[in-house]
């Protein structure tokens, strides 16, 4: 039989902290059998006779069955007060927020753009050619989602275990599944800023926590930001899909709490040190937009096939379902890339097929895009940039200009 207790310190907590309590973690005593009890009080009336005289206070533990509820009570007040310390003290400082900002903009006064606002993990339709595939509008959120999108392939292609091959790996997953991709994708990126020790998901909480100062334009979100550590990469991974419509759902702000997120993990001390004086924030204003200028490095040979592409200034995934493409030197010689630019426009995933071997005499081939005023795909320009001289096939579909 169960029995809902109310516990009047809970409203203590904040609202957050009061609510997960509530929802999620055993806030319901359950009484336990006669014969249970009885047990209970002669483990008790042993441990007891044996540490009564360096514990004296054990013997209160044997006088009524009532003291074995209340110890119940007390071991859960004690739990929700080290999870209190633990994991929901994380509410940052003023300072701290002054500091995310210049961090992002230079500038505390500084705020995001309606486009980065309104930016959301949104995928294409489940079971579909493009199931796999992010939506991308344009402006400086494009570079954070098609990053966020190479590692979605990553895990769909070369981690998750399925029964699909090839590209069916990527288009028969469900709702649920591109949830769970998402999820591992975030926390893999996490993960890494956070050098594979812990990692940070920051959450937008129902009340704010500091007053802005003079120099600080309130944003009505990042006040009311809370983070929270994770020093196994599973569970966060399993966190963030406990909460995926936190970062998918319209109106989430989702972008932008997965970009604090990274900034938290990497910390922003850290981040800092990253940009090694050459500029003094992350992201630049561009037009009434704001444009994100970090890529990476070690671009041209990853420990997957995936690049993040750069096509005329906007971001794109090129990839390849074969892992060995870049650890057996044989499977350079033909082989075959997948494109996707996140554009609403594209409906199905561009592939290409390249030929390291080809030659210029050879008919229908590099000849005419050599001729002198012939103008080539810029994909294919970046891809002879790791495979000169190749010829590249688009095999029905209307090269990307």
């Known amino acids: 039989?169960?029995?809902?207790?109310?516990?009047?310190?809970?409203?203590?907590?904040?609202?957050?902290?009061?609510?997960?309590?509530?929802?999620?973690?055993?806030?319901?005593?359950?009484?336990?059998?006669?014969?249970?009890?009885?047990?209970?009080?002669?483990?008790l009336q042993v441990l007891s006779n044996a540490s009564a005289t360096a514990f004296p206070p054990l013997l209160f533990w044997r006088s009524s069955p009532a003291s074995l509820l209340f110890l119940n009570a007390l071991t859960m007040l004690l739990i929700y007060?080290?999870?209190?310390?633990?994991?929901?003290?994380?509410?940052?400082?003023?300072?701290?927020?002054?500091?995310?900002?210049?961090?992002?903009?230079?500038?505390?006064?500084?705020?995001?753009?309606?486009?980065?606002?309104?930016?959301?993990?949104?995928?294409r339709e489940p079971h579909s050619d493009l199931a796999y595939a992010l939506e991308a509008d344009k402006g400086g959120t494009r570079a954070i989602l098609m990053a966020v999108q190479g590692n979605i392939?990553?895990?769909?292609?070369?981690?998750?275990?399925?029964?699909?091959?090839?590209?069916?790996?990527?288009?028969?997953?469900?709702?649920?599944?591109?949830?769970?991709?998402?999820?591992?994708?975030?926390?893999?990126?996490?993960?890494?800023?956070?050098?594979?020790?812990?990692?940070?998901?920051?959450?937008?909480?129902?009340?704010?926590?500091?007053?802005?100062t003079a120099d600080y334009k309130a944003d009505n979100f990042t006040e009311r930001i809370q983070l929270f550590n994770f020093f196994e990469k599973a569970a966060a991974q399993k966190f963030i899909f406990d909460h995926i419509n936190c970062f998918k759902s319209e109106g989430s702000k989702g972008l932008i709490l997965f970009l604090y997120s990274l900034l938290f993990s990497r910390t922003l001390e850290r981040v800092q040190k990253d940009l090694g004086g050459t500029t003094a924030h992350l992201l630049e204003f561009s037009c009434g937009t704001v444009i994100c200028t970090q890529v990476g490095s070690v671009l041209k040979t990853p420990k997957f096939p995936i690049w993040l592409c750069s096509?005329?200034?906007?971001?794109?995934?090129?990839?390849?379902?074969?892992?060995?493409?870049?650890?057996?030197?044989?499977?350079?010689?033909v082989f075959h890339l997948y494109f996707y630019n996140g554009q609403r426009g594209q409906t199905r995933t561009a592939h290409l097929t390249v030929d390291t071997h080809s030659h210029h005499w050879e008919e229908g081939r590099c000849a005419d895009t050599s001729s002198p005023g012939k103008r080539s795909p810029s994909l294919e320009m970046a891809i002879r940039t790791r495979w000169p001289g190749a010829a590249v096939s688009w095999n029905g579909t209307d090269p990307f200009f």
């Not at 981690?159 to 591109?178: A, F, M, P, W």
Request: charge should be positive; proline fraction near 2%.
């Open 311 to 333: 096509i005329n200034g906007m971001h794109s995934v090129l990839f390849s379902t074969n892992r060995l493409l870049l650890s057996d030197w044989k499977m350079e010689h």
């Open 81 to 123: 007060f080290l999870i209190y310390i633990l994991f929901f003290s994380l509410e940052i400082s003023t300072t701290t927020h002054q500091g995310l900002r210049k961090v992002l903009f230079g500038d505390a006064s500084r705020v995001f753009s309606r486009d980065w606002a309104q930016a959301h993990f949104r995928f």
């Open 153 to 212: 392939i990553k895990y769909l292609l070369f981690v998750r275990n399925t029964e699909y091959t090839h590209l069916e790996r990527l288009c028969k997953i469900s709702q649920k599944e591109q949830g769970e991709a998402l999820a591992a994708a975030l926390a893999d990126s996490l993960w890494a800023a956070g050098e594979g020790r812990e990692a940070t998901v920051c959450l937008i909480s129902a009340a704010s926590h500091f007053v802005p």
């Open 1 to 43: 039989m169960e029995r809902n207790l109310s516990f009047p310190w809970v409203r203590f907590f904040p609202p957050s902290l009061s609510h997960i309590l509530n929802s999620r973690l055993f806030v319901t005593l359950s009484y336990i059998s006669s014969q249970d009890l009885c047990e209970c009080r002669k483990g």
